[in-house]
Each structure stands twice: as C-alpha cells, then as structure tokens.
C-alpha cells in the first residue's frame, strides 16, 4: 500500500504561484507513476500532471507552461509548481500514485484562485 498526504494548498490571486507537495509512504522510485489530479466544484476529476519512474513528465494542455512536476527523492515527496494561475484552476488537487497495479490517492487539498 501506499499512503499519500498533500500539503501547501490555498487562497492565491490571479497570476500568483502555489507548491504543492506530496509525500509518499514509500520511495517514489518504487512508484510507477505519480501524478497530480484536480476536481472542480461540478466537474469530473481531470489528470493535471504526472511523472513515471524514469523521469519523463506529461501535463495537461492547459497548464503547460506553467505548472511543474517534480520529485524529490530524499524526501519521497512530488511537487508542483504552479505558476500564473488562472481563477479555473481553482478546485481540489489530489495526489495520485500507481504503484503494484494498483491506484492510490491522498485527501486532497483546496486551491483556490481569486480573479
């Protein structure tokens, strides 16, 4: 099993900058991906980004550019960086990981983005 807990949500302007984190109860190089989700208040919970275990990255399109994914493997922690934000980024994120077939999430952590 896999235990994820997320931290470094909040209340931002537009065109300001967020970090989330994502600790992980295993060594992230364990994981066979790792990735960030969000959910808006009415909508279907969307892939945001993700890392796979060699490194590579994929976002969504509305993002690139200007948010980050990474990883820390000391901490066994995965982040992004948010930049620019947009007032729909606003919702729920939710780190997510694969990991024995399996898909495990954290309790999620509220960004919201204020125009």
């Known amino acids: 099993q896999v235990q994820l807990v997320e931290s470094g949500g909040g209340l931002v302007q537009a065109g300001g900058s967020l970090r989330l984190s994502c600790a992980a109860s295993r060594t992230i190089f364990s994981i066979v991906t790792m990735g960030w989700y969000r959910q808006a208040p009415g909508k279907q919970r969307e892939l945001v980004a993700r890392?796979?275990?060699?490194?590579?990255?994929s976002y969504e399109d509305s993002v690139k550019g200007r948010f980050t994914i990474s990883r820390d493997g000391a901490k066994n922690t995965v982040n992004l960086q948010m930049n620019n934000l947009k007032p729909e980024d606003t919702a729920v994120y939710y780190c997510?990981?694969?990991?024995?077939?399996?898909?495990?999430w954290g309790q999620g952590t509220q960004v919201t983005v204020s125009s």
């Open positions: 890392i796979f275990s060699g490194g590579s990255t």
């Open positions: 997510s990981a694969r990991y024995l077939n399996a898909d495990y």
